[in-house]
């Protein structure tokens, strides 16, 4: 019998005995403190999210379709994971091509503090994107992601962090906050907010898991001001292995 609390790596992973169902950074804006399990990964997929109305700032009115916007998350450690986020692919309705893919988000999560009572799960993340376009800037800087599991089948996760980017010598401040309830059994509705600099977005939407390490969502994104689109409906997939 292997204590679950122990520490595991890639090379000694986490016993499948001590899994609990999936914990996805997806369908939230809003990231979970929480980790892949130790010697496990993780595939979660915004398999397909449509770009309605144009961006709110003007700088862009065009319809798109993504697709395949993917997080590859691998659990290194006991409380640490590697992240590859990567938008395989981008379809101008309007125009009928593809854009640029991308860009890279490479990151880190650090578990550093587990939950405990009012004291709340805390993980620090390094972060940088690379970008795929020349018209993209290269972004890095470090984001802190916190919550707590609440009485009555509540979940509060919170994001705070800086963006500095090439092309501009003002960082970007990130902010974001999620709660999600559990209605039925497993089935869990979400409601977030994330600002990155002035551009802002509403989320809402639901997630099922299918056993323990399988989960499909969906819902959609709001725009409320900046260079975010007027609505953004979206359908997920994520499993654990």
């Not at 609390?5 to 929480?34: K, M, N, W």
């Not at 590859?72 to 590697?82: A, I, M, N, P, Q």
Request: proline share 7%; hydrophobic share 45%.
């Amino acid at each position: 019998m292997f204590p679950c609390d122990g520490f595991y790596s890639l090379v000694a992973p986490l016993p499948d005995s001590c899994l609990e169902t999936i914990d996805t950074d997806r369908p939230h804006q809003t990231d979970t403190p929480h980790t892949v399990p130790a010697g496990h990964a993780q595939f979660e997929s915004a398999v397909g999210a449509l770009q309605l109305g144009g961006t709110l700032d003007g700088s862009d009115p065009k319809t798109h379709l993504a697709l395949l916007e993917d997080n590859y998350k691998f659990g290194l450690f006991s409380r640490v994971d590697l992240q590859l986020i990567f938008k395989h692919a981008d379809y101008v309705l309007d125009d009928a091509h593809f854009d640029a893919p991308g860009p890279l988000n490479v990151r880190v999560k650090i578990n550093f503090l587990k939950e405990n009572g009012a004291i709340p799960a805390m993980t620090l993340v390094p972060t940088i994107f690379v970008p795929m376009s020349h018209r993209d800037p290269l972004r890095g800087g470090a984001l802190v992601f916190w919550g707590w599991d609440l009485p009555l089948g509540f979940e509060l996760e919170m994001n705070a962090g800086i963006l500095a980017q090439d092309r501009s010598p003002h960082a970007l401040l990130v902010l974001a906050s999620a709660i999600t309830h559990k209605v039925v059994g497993p089935f869990s509705a979400f409601a977030d907010v994330y600002a990155t600099g002035f551009d802002v977005q509403l989320g809402f939407g639901a997630l099922a898991p299918i056993g323990r390490d399988v989960q499909i969502d969906f819902g959609t994104y709001v725009g409320v001001t900046g260079a975010v689109y007027v609505a953004t409906p979206f359908i997920g997939f994520s499993f654990r292995r």
